[in-house]
C-alpha cells in the first residue's frame, strides 16, 4: 500500500491513470473502431462512397436528428426522456405551413418553428418538472396530442407553399460543399460539449442523473433544470422542424413520424445510459455519423432502409452487451480465482 | 350505504370509475347517435378492440415488473407476417396450426427480449428499442418486403377470426378467453402475484424467494406469446400482411395501460384496468365516425385523455405510503 507523507484518513486520493486498455474499453472507442469498419467495408463495396461530394451530401439524411439527439442526451442524461420530438416537428411544421398560407416571411416563419417548439417543451416540463408526472407517460401523451393536432389542422392535406428564400436552411451549402443543416451541427455540438463537460450546469446535469434526491439536497434546484433541459428539447425539436421543412418544402401531417425511436437509439448507441448520469456528446456525435454512414453505405448498395434498421437494432443490442458481458466474465473469473485460493 | 360513499367507493377505485366514465361516454355518444347504443354496434366495437385489449394485457404484465415493451407491435408484424407465409406455403394446414404456431413464434421474440433483459440484466426500454428495429426490419427480410394478399392466404387461415361461434366471432371468443385466464393468472396464480412483488421492490422480492429473473423472462415471454397471437389475428382479420402493420401501436398498447391505471413506475395495475383503458379507446376511435367527426381527431383526442389519465393516476397514487417511500418512487427510473 502506497501512501503520501500528506495524505490523511479522510483524504480522497486522486484516480489511478488510465491504463491504454482501460481507454480502448471506452464506449467512444468501440464505437470509433465500429466507425472504421464501416469506413473500409463501404469503401471498398462501392466506389461512391469515398467521394467527397456524396459524403457531405449523405450528412443531409441525419443532420435533423442528429440536433435532436444532442439535447435528447442531456434529457437522458438527467433520468428522463423524450418521446414527444417527433410530434412536436410535426407541430411546429403545421403551423410554420399555416403562417406561410397567411403570408409571412422567412424570418417570420423561422421564428413560428422554434417558438412553436420551445412552448411545445415547456408544456413538457411543466407537466413533468411542475406537476411531477413521469417523464415518458406524459411525453408518449404529447406524442400523441401534438402530432394529433397537426392531423385536426391539415388533414389529409399539406402545405407546399413555402416562399423561395426558406430553403436555404435545409438545402443550403456553405463554401459550396459542406450543408448549412450539418455545419449547424457541428456549431452546437460543440456548445453542448462545453456545457456539458466543461461547466457547473453539465455538472449538475450528471448529479441529477445520479442521484435527483442527492442532487436536491446539495441545492441544486433540479425540476428547474429538469423543466429548462425539456424547454431545450422542444427548442431543437423546432429547430429541426425549420430545417426540414426547408429541405422537403412542404409539411404534412405525418412529417419525421418514428424519428424518436431512431433519435433515441442514437443517444443510446452513443453510450448514454438509460438510467441517467452517463454520456458524453462526444460519444452521440460519433453515433450519429456512424448511424448515418451505415444509413448512407446501404443506400449506395441500394439496400433497403428498413433492412438497415435490422442492423442499428443489433447493433443497438450488441454495444450495449458488450460492457456489461465483460463486468460479468471478470466477477466470474475473480471469483473462480478466489475460491481456488 | 348512502349514495356519496358509494360514489366515493366507485370512484376511489380506478377500474369502477373507468367503467362509469365508458358508461358516460356511450351516453353521450348514444343521444347523437342512438344506433351506437345497439348490441350489434356493441359487437362490432368489442371485436375491433379486441387484439388491443390483448396487447394491452401483455404490456401490463412487463410494466408491472418496472419495464417496458416496446417491440409488442414489431412482434405482431413480424409473427403476422410468419403465419401469412406459412399458409402462403402450406395452405393444407388447419387453423390451430397458426394459432399454436404463432403463439410459440411470439413467445420465442418475446424471449428473446427476456433474455437480455433478465439474464443479461440491459434496461428494458433499450432492449426493447433494438428490437422494435429488428423484428420490424426482419419482417422486410422475411416476405422480401412482399405483401401477402388475401388471396394468397388459405381460406380457412383468413376466415377463422371472423367466423361465428355461438353468435359471436371467434377473434372476441379469444379475446373472451384470453383475458380472464389472465386475470386468473395474475390474481391466483404465485408466478403472476411475484410480477407485483417483484415490480412493488425487486430486492424485497428477491429475499422473500421470489426468483426474479425466471419471473422476469417468464413476463416478457408471455407477452410475447399474447403479441405473437394477435399477429395472426391481425393479419387473418384484414386478410393482408405487410411490414408497417401495426406500426406506432407500441406506444398506444402503452397508452391503453396509463388509462387503465398501470402504474409505469411498476407494481401497480390490474388486468380489468387495462383491459378498460384499451376499451375507452376503441371506444373513440369507432364513434367518431359515428358522430360525424373527423376520424382526424382520434389521436389528439386520445392524447388529451392519455395526459389526463396521467394526472389522475399521480393523484391517486400520492395518498398511499409514507413521505420518504414517496420521494423515493417519485424518481423510478
Known amino acids: 500500500m502506497s501512501t503520501n507523507a500528506s495524505e490523511g484518513r479522510a483524504a480522497v486520493r486522486d484516480r489511478a491513470a488510465e491504463s491504454p486498455w482501460s481507454l480502448l474499453r471506452r464506449w467512444e472507442a468501440i464505437l470509433l473502431v465500429f466507425l472504421g469498419i464501416v469506413f473500409v467495408i463501404n469503401s471498398n463495396a462501392t466506389p461512391y462512397f469515398l467521394n467527397i461530394y456524396n459524403l457531405a451530401d449523405s450528412t443531409f439524411n441525419f443532420s435533423e436528428k442528429a440536433i435532436i439527439a444532442l439535447p435528447m442526451a442531456l434529457v437522458i442524461i438527467a433520468r428522463d426522456i423524450d418521446i414527444s420530438v417527433a410530434s412536436i416537428i410535426a407541430l411546429s411544421s403545421m403551423l410554420m405551413g399555416l403562417a406561410a398560407e397567411a403570408g409571412l416571411g422567412v424570418p417570420g416563419l423561422v421564428v413560428v418553428g422554434l417558438a412553436t417548439g420551445a412552448t411545445a417543451g415547456a408544456f413538457n416540463g411543466f407537466l413533468i418538472a411542475g406537476l411531477g408526472l413521469p417523464a415518458i407517460v406524459v411525453t408518449i401523451g404529447t406524442f400523441t396530442l401534438f402530432r394529433g393536432i397537426a392531423f385536426v389542422a391539415l388533414g389529409d392535406g399539406a402545405v407546399t407553399q413555402y416562399p423561395a428564400g426558406l430553403a436555404y436552411f435545409g438545402q443550403g451549402y456553405i463554401g459550396g460543399l459542406i450543408p448549412f443543416e450539418f455545419v449547424l451541427f457541428l456549431v452546437l455540438a460543440v456548445i453542448f460539449g462545453v456545457v456539458l463537460h466543461m461547466t457547473v450546469i453539465g455538472r449538475r446535469i450528471y448529479a441529477i442523473g445520479n442521484n435527483p434526491v442527492a442532487a436536491r439536497f446539495t441545492g441544486i434546484r433540479v425540476d428547474r433544470y429538469r423543466f429548462v433541459l425539456f424547454c431545450l428539447t422542444g ?14 418544402g412542404s409539411t404534412r401531417p405525418n412529417i419525421a413520424l418514428g424519428w424518436e425511436l431512431e433519435i433515441i437509439t442514437m443517444v443510446v448507441l452513443g453510450g448514454v445510459s438509460i438510467l441517467g448520469g452517463i454520456g458524453t456528446i462526444l460519444g452521440v456525435v460519433i453515433a450519429v455519423l456512424l448511424v448515418g454512414m451505415v444509413t448512407f453505405g446501404f443506400g449506395l448498395l441500394n439496400v433497403p432502409g428498413i433492412i438497415m434498421t435490422v442492423f442499428i437494432g443489433s447493433l443497438l443490442i450488441v454495444t450495449i452487451s458488450i460492457p456489461v458481458v465483460i463486468q460479468a466474465v471478470r466477477v466470474r473469473a475473480a471469483a473462480r480465482a478466489s475460491s481456488r485460493r | 350505504m348512502n349514495p356519496a360513499a358509494l360514489l366515493a367507493t366507485v370512484t376511489g377505485r380506478r377500474e369502477p370509475a ?3 366514465l365508458i358508461v358516460l361516454l356511450l351516453v353521450l ?25 390483448m396487447l394491452a394485457v401483455a404490456e401490463m404484465l ?5 419495464g417496458i415493451d416496446l417491440s409488442l407491435a414489431a412482434n405482431v408484424a413480424l409473427t403476422g407476417m410468419a403465419m401469412a407465409l406459412l399458409s402462403q406455403a402450406y395452405p393444407d394446414l388447419p387453423v390451430i396450426a397458426y394459432v399454436v404456431g404463432a403463439m410459440l413464434f411470439g413467445a420465442g421474440l418475446g424471449a428473446f427480449n427476456g433474455f437480455f433483459v433478465a439474464v443479461v440484466g440491459l434496461p428494458p426500454i433499450v432492449v426493447t428499442l433494438g428490437t422494435l428495429s429488428m423484428f420490424r426490419g426482419l419482417v422486410f427480410v422475411l416476405s422480401g418486403g412482399a405483401w401477402v394478399n388475401k388471396h394468397e392466404m388459405s381460406v380457412t387461415y383468413q376466415t377463422f377470426p371472423m367466423n361465428r361461434f355461438l353468435g359471436l366471432p371467434h377473434l372476441l371468443w379469444i379475446a373472451i378467453i384470453v383475458i380472464p385466464l389472465m386475470w386468473v393468472f395474475m390474481r391466483h396464480t404465485k408466478a403472476g402475484r411475484s410480477l407485483y412483488a417483484i415490480g412493488g421492490n425487486p430486492q424485497a422480492a428477491r429475499y422473500v424467494g421470489v426468483p426474479v429473473a425466471a419471473r422476469l423472462f417468464m413476463a416478457y415471454a408471455l407477452a410475447g406469446l399474447i403479441a405473437g397471437l394477435s399477429g395472426y389475428l391481425w393479419t387473418a382479420r384484414f386478410a393482408i400482411a405487410y411490414t408497417e402493420i401495426a406500426i406506432g401501436l407500441e406506444l398506444v398498447v402503452i397508452a391503453a395501460c396509463v388509462i387503465g391505471g398501470v402504474s409505469i413506475a411498476g407494481g401497480v395495475g390490474t388486468i380489468p384496468g387495462a383491459v378498460l383503458g384499451a376499451l375507452f379507446l376503441g371506444i373513440i376511435a369507432n364513434a367518431l365516425p359515428v358522430m360525424g367527426w373527423s376520424p382526424f381527431w382520434k389521436q389528439a383526442i386520445s392524447g388529451a385523455i392519455i395526459l389526463v389519465a396521467v394526472v389522475v393516476n399521480s393523484r391517486s397514487e400520492r395518498r398511499k405510503g409514507k413521505i420518504i417511500v414517496r420521494r423515493a418512487e417519485e424518481h423510478p427510473r
Open chain 1, 235 to 248: 427548442l431543437m425539436s423546432g429547430l429541426a422542424a425549420v430545417l426540414l421543412t426547408s429541405r422537403i
Open chain 2, 18 to 20: 373507468l367503467a362509469l
Open chain 2, 29 to 53: 355518444i348514444g343521444l347523437r347517435a342512438p344506433f351506437f347504443i345497439t348490441l350489434d354496434s356493441f359487437e362490432g366495437v368489442l371485436t375491433d378492440t379486441s387484439i388491443l385489449m
Open chain 2, 62 to 66: 412487463v410494466i408491472l415488473t418496472r
